[in-house]
C-alpha cells in the first residue's frame, strides 16, 4: 500500500508563490515517475510537471518557466510555483508510478485572486 500526502496549497494573489509538498510512504521500493497535475471546476485534469528517477522533468506550455518540480531523496516531491495566475485556479493532485501502477493523493487546493 502507497500513501501520498500533499500540503501547501491555499489563497495567493496574483503574482505570487506557493510551495506544494507530496510525501510518498508505505511499500515503495523505487519510484519510476512522480508528479503534479490539476483539475479546474468544469475540466478535466491535466499534467502539470513530472519528474523520472533519473531526474528528468516535463511541463505543460502553461507553466513553463512559472513552476519548477523537484524531489528528495525521501520521496518527496515539490512543486514550486511562481507567478501564479487565477488560471492557475485548481485542485492540484499529486501522483507517483511504480511500474504500471498510478497512486494519487487527496488533492490540494491552490486559489488565486486578480
Known amino acids: 500500500q502507497v500513501q501520498l500526502v500533499e500540503s501547501g496549497g491555499g489563497l495567493v494573489q496574483a503574482g505570487g508563490s506557493l510551495r506544494l509538498s507530496c510525501a510518498a510512504s508505505?511499500?515503495?521500493?523505487?519510484?519510476?515517475?512522480m508528479g503534479w497535475y490539476r483539475q479546474a471546476p468544469g475540466k478535466q485534469r491535466e499534467l502539470v510537471a513530472v519528474?523520472?528517477?533519473?531526474?528528468?522533468t516535463n511541463y505543460a506550455d502553461s507553466v513553463k518557466g512559472r513552476f519548477t518540480i523537484s524531489t528528495n531523496a525521501k520521496k518527496t516531491v515539490y512543486l514550486q510555483m511562481n507567478s501564479l495566475k487565477p488560471e492557475d485556479t485548481a485542485v492540484y493532485y499529486c501522483?507517483?508510478?511504480?511500474?504500471?501502477?498510478?497512486?494519487w493523493g487527496q488533492g490540494t487546493q491552490v486559489t488565486v485572486s486578480s
Open positions: 501522483n507517483v508510478m511504480l511500474g504500471p501502477n498510478a497512486y
Open positions: 508505505g511499500r515503495i521500493f523505487s519510484i519510476d515517475i
Open positions: 519528474i523520472s528517477s533519473g531526474g528528468s
